[in-house]
């Protein structure tokens, strides 16, 4: 092959190879939009969660964990709502106590999102 080929050739997978990472970038980005709504959500139900343990003592022995429904803060004045876009969604917070600390893994669902390992026996 002479050179003028090769640069042809170099320029294609070049422009391919830049194409192909906008889209990816683009994807990415539409992905990121859509979903940070239903992360703000979980996150308000965590800091529900948080406020609702502390003023309840509601606190898990060692090794074990408590499971609180947004059906529980809602009766209890706990929460106002879990709504996006006019939309209630379902949800249920896992309070972990691992000797030292407590964390909390929030998990929602709604018509459009589900997050990732949600248990629909456990809302």
Same mark, same amino acid.
């Given at each position: 092959?002479?050179?003028? /080929?090769?640069?042809?050739?170099?320029?294609?997978?070049?422009?391919?190879?830049?194409?192909?990472? +906008?889209?990816? $970038? +683009?994807?990415? @980005?539409?992905?990121?939009? =859509? %979903?940070? =709504?239903?992360?703000?959500?979980?996150?308000?139900?965590?800091?529900?969660?948080?406020?609702?343990?502390?003023? =309840? @003592?509601?606190?898990?022995?060692?090794?074990?964990?408590?499971?609180? %429904?947004?059906?529980?803060?809602?009766?209890?004045? +706990?929460? !106002?709502?879990?709504?996006?876009? !006019?939309?209630?969604?379902?949800?249920?917070?896992?309070?972990?106590? !691992?000797?030292? $600390? @407590?964390?909390?893994?929030?998990?929602?669902?709604? #018509?459009?999102? /589900? %997050? /990732?390992?949600?248990?629909? #026996?456990?809302?």
């Amino acid at each position: 092959m002479d050179l003028k /080929k090769m640069r042809m050739i170099s320029y294609v997978w070049g422009f391919l190879l830049f194409l192909l990472v +906008a889209g990816l $970038t +683009a994807i990415g @980005f539409i992905y990121k939009n =859509k %979903t940070e =709504k239903y992360v703000k959500l979980e996150n308000k139900l965590e800091e529900n969660i948080k406020a609702y343990v502390d003023e =309840k @003592f509601i606190y898990p022995e060692d090794g074990k964990n408590v499971k609180i %429904t947004y059906q529980e803060l809602k009766s209890n004045d +706990a929460i !106002d709502n879990l709504n996006i876009d !006019d939309e209630e969604c379902d949800g249920y917070g896992i309070v972990l106590h !691992d000797g030292s $600390t @407590f964390k909390y893994q929030t998990y929602i669902k709604c #018509n459009d999102y /589900k %997050t /990732k390992n949600y248990d629909k #026996n456990l809302s």
